[in-house]
């Protein structure tokens, strides 16, 4: 069981960068597949990014892709999104999320897949 705790976010400009964090305890982020996800006021929970266990393999929202980037230490227990030229509409609350890499079936834009949850952390980008 590993536990999940969101870092980094702020109130930026639009056009300014920001990098989330995403740490984890109890058990070592090898062993999970992770994915970001945001939450807007009045809107439904979406798919951001997910890296795979080793971080070979990375999957972006179409609006985010080459503007955001995650990455991961799995030596630091932490998975990182780095998040360029930001907009008014990327202004949401950011969750990370975890799933064994042993759970089957993967289907990593749904966010009932995943098992683990951080906190999630605030992002706001001003016009």
């Known amino acids: 069981q590993v536990q999940l705790l969101e870092f980094g976010g702020g109130l930026v400009q639009a056009g300014d960068s920001l990098t989330l964090y995403c740490a984890a305890s109890g058990r070592s982020l090898t062993a999970y597949r992770v994915a970001w996800f945001r939450q807007a006021p009045g809107k439904e929970r979406e798919f951001v990014a997910f890296?795979?266990?080793?971080?070979?393999?990375?999957l972006y929202k179409d609006s985010v892709n080459g503007r955001f980037n995650i990455s991961r230490d799995n030596d630091k227990n932490t998975v990182y999104l780095q998040m360029n030229s930001l907009k008014f509409e990327d202004t949401a609350v950011y969750y990370c999320?975890?799933?064994?890499?042993?759970?089957?079936?993967?289907?990593?834009?749904?966010?009932?897949?995943?098992?683990?949850w951080g906190q999630g952390t605030q992002v706001t980008v001003s016009r």
């Open positions: 999320a975890a799933a064994p890499r042993e759970k089957n079936n993967p289907d990593y834009y749904s966010s009932s897949w995943y098992d683990y």
């Open positions: 890296i795979s266990w080793g971080g070979v393999t990375t």
